[in-house]
Nanobody
Framework: QVQLVESGGGLVQPGGSLRLSCAAS????????MAWYRQAPGKERELVAA???????NYADSVKGRFTISRDNAKNTVYLQMNSLKAEDTAVYYC?????????????WGQGTQVTVSS
């Protein structure tokens, strides 16, 4: 299993941008799906964006056209570029890694990074 460490969160004004990074302790080459989730106060954790090993992507409707997920296997890092941020994007953002396998499979989470969108 890999350890995941998020970074790049912070305070940004509405309409601004942030780039989150998720660094893995090991190779992500064979990890089937890397994803970003978020959880706002009083709400359930929700999927924001996901990217497969084949680089297929999936986005929540609320972030389509504003957020972009990417993965750099050479750097064992996944990114979430967030543009045109809105107050409702405020949440703790978590990185997730899922590897399918009976013996070697795992579902790993990072500790989260806070994103606050406010003027």
């Amino acid at each position: 299993q890999v350890q995941l460490v998020e970074s790049g969160g912070g305070l940004v004004q509405p309409g601004g941008s942030l780039r989150l990074s998720c660094a893995a302790s090991g190779s992500i080459f064979s990890i089937n799906t890397m994803a970003w989730y978020r959880q706002a106060p009083g709400k359930e954790r929700e999927l924001v964006a996901a990217i497969t090993s084949g680089r297929s992507t999936n986005y929540a409707d609320s972030v389509k056209g504003r957020f972009t997920i990417s993965r750099d296997n050479a750097k064992n890092t996944v990114y979430l570029q967030m543009n045109s941020l809105k107050a409702e994007d405020t949440a703790v953002y978590y990185c997730n890694a899922v590897k399918i396998g009976v013996i070697t499979g795992f579902n790993a989470w990072g500790q989260g990074t806070q994103v606050t969108v406010s003027s």
